[in-house]
């Protein structure tokens, strides 16, 4: 298996725009649940979004209707593509994999274990 790579962090206004992206070399990718992950300062590790092929999207309540999870497999990368954002999405978001594709099947988002696929992160910061 290939490494996760995350990009595109950065810092952003509220009420902003930021895409995240996530390098997925060497996956297969019909086989795998997707997701991305965020944790503040203090704070326990989010489930933010989810994809897999069969289940289609899924979102935390925090992040309905503001991000969108994306995947393109002819460039082999995963994204997230967040609006309206908020100081309080400041965090580092980080992207994982898992074959548990059964993961991917929540109303609100990916659970916080089961992943055995994980990139490093990428910081993400909203202030005014």
């Known amino acids: 298996q290939g490494q996760l790579v995350e990009s595109g962090g950065g810092s952003a206004h509220p009420g902003g725009s930021l895409e995240l992206s996530c390098a997925l070399a060497?996956?297969?990718?019909?086989?795998?649940?997707w997701a991305w992950f965020r944790q503040a300062p203090g704070k326990e590790l989010e489930g933010v979004a989810s994809l897999d092929s069969e289940s289609g999207t899924s979102y935390a309540d925090s992040v309905k209707g503001r991000f969108t999870i994306s995947k393109d497999n002819a460039k082999n990368i995963l994204s997230l593509r967040m609006t309206s954002l908020k100081p309080e999405d400041t965090a580092t978001y980080r992207c994982a994999a898992t074959l548990a594709k059964q993961l991917c099947r929540g109303p609100r988002g990916p659970p916080t274990r089961g992943f055995g696929y994980w990139g490093r992160g990428t910081q993400v910061t909203v202030s005014s």
């Open positions: 060497h996956y297969s990718h019909d086989s795998y649940c």
